[in-house]
């Protein structure tokens, strides 16, 4: 009694822990890739897998120690519809527009349409060169990465407690965040658009530590948790030369911690063909914030303070369960159904900025996502086959926002063999994906788009700017884009249970 | 187009089967259909305006094509759209491909248009700052003597670390302030333009000239121009208590662009944005370097100038609060790059036509028709940064 009462504290300290942690976008896509779960390691396949998916399901694992390796590819293609005029007018580069209201000088956010395409060369514009940034030049939709998959489960406590460790750890780059803006300021940077829930999220170094227990016959609880780095830094800069940044002084200080976000699950076994599970993720995020000072010669100094957010996992309640078609069968078949309710309505961009603030119609929506599938065992072979649909949790981009998604349906299946080899149990198995994602077209209303250059602007001169009837834009999903692609994977492993 | 990013050992990929044989997917950019006289530029169209310099919009040999207008290239030795002749000379035709014809001999009488580019350092990171100041004149010569009849002062524009302009109301304050043409408490200015010692050309030499702006001139305008005195040594710029909070009242200062803010209105962009209201005082007198004597019948010419300044900001609005300190720097003049003064003879009457596509009609009849003849003078002597 006094094991239990420990370790329901310890679940109660994991819900008050710190949550700004790497969030498991891999997790969450990819699936169990140990074992097989697949698209329902929630409900079914006890195994290293489950610390992340369903802690309690630990309570049903073997001792194993896995690894594996995962190869998934990023296949996004992106289409941009072609600009049928909208450029901001070369006078933009002199830096002179004047509002034709207030006479006073139009922002700074916006570049000729020109020196993006072309670039511009000294002589042309009033400094040094400035580097061409062609319209989805520089996507980051496709690439393929290879990832270590480990796993690890051991019952301590005469078997009350199993403790669980899974994680996938990239091959090769590790982490990468990549700070894009999704509007018409990413003009200045990669002028292109971006993947919102894959692209970089497909680098996160997952890792998950759990536990689980049996209470009863019937019932068993879980209480996990990922970990990662959460990272502040301050970057002190001394201004000798504003268009010489060689001679920039830098004095940086990074500060980083540990931090955690917990998850939970429990199953409910009424009878021994059927096992009822439920798991809570809560949120999960990874946030950079980034401190900026700068001093002048002059003495003056100006600061601001940058936060991003990463890898945004919104909370998630998810039910399902398993049930054996034909217990004590020699051909056992079992069906595993997951259903999860997603809160994406409550996601953090990558400049933690949240979508409705684009317009209450572009807010993103909270999803139910569902998977289905099929288990075969046969003495050591075992097989597994399951699809998945989820609907995307983004509107249609109508406005000045580019967030990149589309539904997604997927199918994964796999297979695995248990032999002996040096008096030991092991077993070696094979998986592979393909999720689709479901071609999708968005094209901008212009009336929600900002115009960069305003009507009426004036030059030097205080003559009106023809140019600047109408749109214009370098918004680089204006007039519209649209999307489809695959996400492909394969995977092979092998465990020692022991 | 952007291809695969493989960030694993290909023979791996291989081995684990089909994930290696789909990267396929690409990213790529529709084609517009353009439709040319739409008045848009589009697609594989380099312009798509009614001009001689847009043939089925593709832009005409000899012409160049910027956003809305195309022009002849003045330079390129064809005579064409406007030009009076190409290229320019530096004495029959100008840097408009303009004809000219000054009178024979050391004579400035006539229509001139000029730019004045001064430059100095700013005081927050000592980056060179443009000035330009343009002008309108007729002078009228007798002997070596040559004084100011008429004159419009056609605003100011600087860039650098920051750039400054002027608006409607800043720029017909301006217009007929600090007069030169003897309307005014002083005046007219007067200089010299005599042949040469050595008979090479001639000479110039345009008298010291102070100026105040956003101020009253009989406080802060020295009593005797030709004693030169030091602004140092003049009654002392008004200073506002906090210059981060508009005063309505500052002893000396006026507000001459009407804007409701003591000082005159410059409204800087670039790295720095926002409105800075000033007091402003300087002098600048202009000569010809010894070394190079302006040709008899140069219809445009350069002159050296010099000047020194002073600037009392009375306050800084319409910027960032974190910022808004940064505007209160100044500049001073940079001593070792050479103001210059380039003048561009117009003609002789109203009615030349260099003279008429410059001046709306004749100076100080009407303030519309100066300020559209200011603008005319900007765009065609257009400010030129410093390039290092």
């Known amino acids: 009694m006094k094991l239990r009462t420990a370790f329901l504290a310890g679940l109660a300290a994991l819900a008050l822990s710190p949550r700004d942690a790497l969030a498991s976008p891999l997790f969450e896509l990819a699936g169990g890739t140990l074992g097989q779960g697949g698209f329902n390691a929630s409900v079914t396949a006890p195994g290293a897998a489950s610390t992340y998916f369903n802690p309690a399901l630990l309570a049903d694992s073997d001792q194993e120690f896995d690894v594996g390796l995962l190869v998934l590819s990023d296949q996004t293609s992106l289409t941009l519809d072609g600009r049928p005029g909208g450029d901001v007018p070369t006078l933009v580069g002199d830096r002179t527009l004047l509002d034709p209201r207030t006479h006073a000088p139009i922002p700074n956010y916006t570049m000729p349409t020109q020196w993006l395409e072309h670039g511009c060369s000294t002589g042309s514009c009033a400094g040094s060169p400035f580097a061409a940034r062609p319209r989805q030049a520089a996507g980051t939709g496709q690439s393929t990465l290879s990832y270590t998959s480990i796993g690890l489960v051991s019952r301590v406590l005469d078997g009350f407690l199993v403790l669980g460790l899974h994680a996938l750890v990239p091959n090769g780059d590790f982490t990468q965040l990549h700070s894009f803006y999704n509007d018409e300021r990413e003009q200045f940077f990669s002028n292109s658009l971006h993947p919102e829930l894959y692209s970089d999220r497909l680098t996160a170094t997952s890792l998950a530590f759990g536990a689980g227990s049996r209470l009863s016959r019937h019932i068993a609880i879980g209480a996990s948790f990922t970990l990662s780095l959460s990272n502040a830094a301050a970057a002190s800069t001394y201004v000798s030369d504003p268009v010489d940044y060689k001679k920039l002084l830098l004095d940086n200080r990074v500060g980083v911690t540990t931090a955690v976000a917990p998850h939970f699950g429990a199953t409910y076994t009424p009878i021994d063909r059927l096992r009822l599970s439920a798991a809570l993720h809560t949120e999960q995020k990874l946030v950079l914030k980034t401190g900026i000072s700068a001093t002048l010669p002059s003495g003056t100094e100006s600061r601001t303070t940058i936060t991003e957010v990463h890898d945004f996992v919104p909370w998630m309640i998810i039910l399902g369960g398993a049930y054996d078609v034909n217990p004590g069968a020699a051909h056992l078949v079992s069906v595993a159904w997951t259903m999860a309710y997603e809160a994406w309505s409550e996601y953090l961009d990558r400049h933690g900025q949240r979508p409705d603030s684009y317009g209450a119609q572009l807010a993103w929506k909270d999803v139910i996502t569902g998977s289905l599938g099929v288990r075969y065992t046969h003495g050591p072979l075992r097989a597994f086959l399951d699809g998945s649909i989820r609907p995307s949790p983004v509107p249609l981009q109508v406005g000045r926002s580019n967030y990149v998604d589309n539904d997604r349906v997927g199918a994964a299946l796999g297979v695995d063999y248990e032999t002996r080899l040096f008096s030991r149990r092991f077993r070696f198995g094979i998986g592979g994906q393909a999720q689709r994602l479901i071609a999708r077209h968005q094209a901008k209303q212009d009336a929600l788009m900002v115009d960069e250059v305003p009507d009426g602007a004036l030059d030097r001169n205080l003559q009106p700017v023809a140019s600047a009837r109408g749109l214009q834009t370098n918004n680089p999903g204006w007039p519209g884009f649209a999307s489809d692609g695959w996400i492909l994977g394969t995977s092979i492993w092998a465990s020692l249970i022991y | ?388």
Request: aromatic fraction near 6%; hydrophobic fraction near 35%; proline fraction near 8%.
């Open chain 2, 1 to 388: 187009m952007h291809q695969a990013h493989i960030r694993t050992p290909p023979r791996l990929l291989l081995a684990l089967g089909w994930a290696s044989a789909i990267g396929c997917a690409h990213d790529r950019i529709l084609p517009v259909t353009s439709v040319c006289g739409d008045g848009v530029v589009t697609g594989s169209e380099e312009c798509d305006t009614t001009s001689p310099g847009c043939t089925s919009c593709h832009v005409t040999d000899g012409w160049q094509c910027t956003d809305d207008t195309c022009t002849p290239i003045c330079g390129d030795g064809k005579v064409q759209g406007g030009e009076q002749c190409d290229p320019p000379d530096g004495t029959s035709c100008n840097e408009s491909c303009e004809l000219v014809s000054r009178p024979v001999g050391c004579n400035l009488t006539g229509y001139f248009a000029v730019k004045q580019t001064n430059y100095s350092r700013d005081t927050i990171v000592n980056q060179v700052q443009t000035s330009s100041n343009w002008y309108f004149y007729r002078f009228s010569q007798s002997g070596s003597t040559f004084q100011v009849d008429q004159a419009l002062t056609c605003g100011i524009h600087v860039t650098g670390t920051v750039d400054v302009s002027l608006d409607d109301g800043g720029l017909a304050a301006l217009l007929y302030a600090n007069r030169q043409d003897g309307k005014g408490a002083h005046g007219p200015r007067r200089g010299t333009f005599v042949p040469t010692a050595s008979g090479n050309g001639c000479e110039l030499s345009f008298d010291r000239w102070y100026m105040v702006r956003g101020v009253d001139e009989p406080t802060f305008l020295p009593a005797d121009f030709a004693a030169h005195p030091d602004l140092a040594s003049l009654p002392p710029l008004p200073k506002p208590v906090d210059p981060l909070t508009p005063a309505a009242s500052i002893p000396g200062a006026t507000d001459p662009d009407g804007d409701g803010l003591l000082g005159l209105a410059l409204h800087l962009s670039g790295n720095l944005q926002g409105l800075r209201s000033v007091a402003q005082r300087d002098w600048n007198e202009v000569s010809t370097a010894p070394d190079a004597p302006i040709a008899e019948n140069a219809g445009e010419f350069t002159a050296t100038s010099v000047f020194d300044s002073q600037e009392s900001v009375l306050s800084v609005t319409q910027c960032q609060p974190a910022i808004c300190s940064l505007l209160l720097a100044g500049g001073v003049p940079a001593r070792d790059i050479p103001g210059r003064v380039k003048f561009r003879y117009l003609g002789q009457s109203l009615s030349d036509p260099a003279v008429a596509a410059i001046a709306a009609s004749a100076p100080g009849d009407d303030v519309n028709a100066d300020l559209q003849t200011c603008k005319n003078v900007r765009a065609a002597m257009p400010h030129e940064p410093y390039m290092q």
